[in-house]
C-alpha cells in the first residue's frame, strides 16, 4: 500500500510542476487555442504531431537570486512529430535541478517554418532575460535529433528571420552555446 501511496503523491506532484509552467505564443496569436492545445499535450506528455501555433514552454529552476544560463530546447522527432516529453519537458526538469532555466519550444514541423519559430524563440527569451532573471550573454540551445539540426541551422543562419515583431529586429538570435543530441539529418 505505501509503494503505490507513494507513486500517487509523486504523479500529483508532477502535474502541480507542470501546471505551474508559463506557456508562451511565439507570434502573439491568439492565447485560448495555443493554451488549450500545448496544455493537452502536457498533460499526455506524447508525441505532438502538428503544430499550427508555435509556443515556448517555461521551465525556471527554484532558486533564482542570480543571472542564471538558460537553454533552449528543441526535441526531435524528424520534423513529422516532435518527442514533446522525453525531449523537451523531462530535459527541461533535468536542466532546472542543475540551476539552468530551460524554455521547450514546440515548433512547426518544417525546417524553414522551424528556424523561424526558433528564432522567434531565442529573440523572446534574450529580450525578456531581465524578467526570468537570466544572463542575456549566456543563452544557448539543446537540440535532440531534427532539433539537433534546427540548433545547428538557427548558430548558422541567425539573420535569416523574414518576420518577426518590430521590437526584436534588434535581438540577437544567435546562441551563445550548443549542445547537439544525436544529431544528424539526412535530405
Known amino acids: 500500500m505505501k509503494p503505490f501511496l507513494i507513486c500517487a503523491l ?30 493537452l499535450d502536457q498533460k499526455n506528455s506524447g508525441n505532438i504531431t502538428e ?32 518527442v514533446i516529453g522525453k525531449e523537451g519537458y523531462s530535459i527541461a526538469r ?3 535541478d542543475h540551476g539552468i532555466a530551460a524554455f521547450v519550444l514546440t515548433y512547426r514541423l518544417d525546417r524553414d517554418s522551424a528556424l523561424l519559430d526558433a528564432q522567434q524563440a531565442l529573440r523572446l527569451i534574450r529580450s525578456n532575460a531581465g ?3 537570466l544572463d542575456p550573454d549566456r543563452i544557448g540551445v539543446m537540440g535532440f535529433s531534427a ?14 528571420s523574414f518576420h518577426t515583431t518590430e521590437h ?3 535581438v540577437s538570435c544567435r546562441p551563445d552555446f550548443m549542445v547537439l543530441v ?3 539529418f539526412r535530405g
Open 10 to 39: 509523486l504523479s500529483i506532484n508532477g502535474s502541480i510542476a507542470a501546471a505551474q509552467n508559463k506557456i508562451i505564443p511565439i507570434w502573439q496569436i491568439a492565447k485560448s487555442n495555443t493554451e488549450r492545445y500545448v496544455q
Open 51 to 82: 503544430v499550427h501555433e508555435p509556443t515556448l514552454t517555461v521551465f525556471l529552476p527554484s532558486r533564482r537570486d542570480a543571472r542564471h544560463p538558460a537553454v533552449l530546447v528543441f526535441p526531435g522527432g524528424a520534423y513529422r512529430q516532435i
Open 94 to 96: 533535468w536542466l532546472n
Open 131 to 133: 524578467e526570468y532573471t
Open 147 to 160: 532539433g539537433a539540426n534546427l540548433s545547428l541551422n538557427l548558430a548558422t543562419h541567425p539573420r535569416t
Open 168 to 170: 526584436l529586429d534588434t
Open 182 to 184: 544525436y544529431g544528424g
